[in-house]
């Protein structure tokens, strides 16, 4: 996060010439349904198979209902997948 924050000044200090620079999240409201747990399903057997966590430690048939619980009980918004770009552009070299 730290090295996001600071990719278009680092840059600029490389002397490139920074033309834009964002950033993006998925945000889940409250009661909005989470994506969570179809992904959670969809990963599991690598999960599982790389010593992460068991089935049993994540419990599919009860995941979505506990993430509903414990993001009523937080409230607010889940900041999710948070993305940033800098796009820039090199001075032309001279020949």
Known sequence: MRLALRLAELMQQLGLSVEEARGEAILINPNQPSFLPTLTQAM????????????????????????????????????????????????????
Do not use: K, N, S
Not at 61 to 69: G, K, M, N, S, V
Not at 74 to 95: E, S
């Open 44 to 95: 599991l057997p690598r999960i599982v198979e790389r010593g992460i966590a068991t089935v049993e430690q994540i419990d599919p048939d009860t995941l979505a209902e506990r993430i509903e619980e414990e993001h009523r009980a937080a409230g607010g918004v889940i900041v999710w997948d948070l993305a940033f770009l800098v796009a820039a552009r090199a001075q032309p070299v001279a020949r």
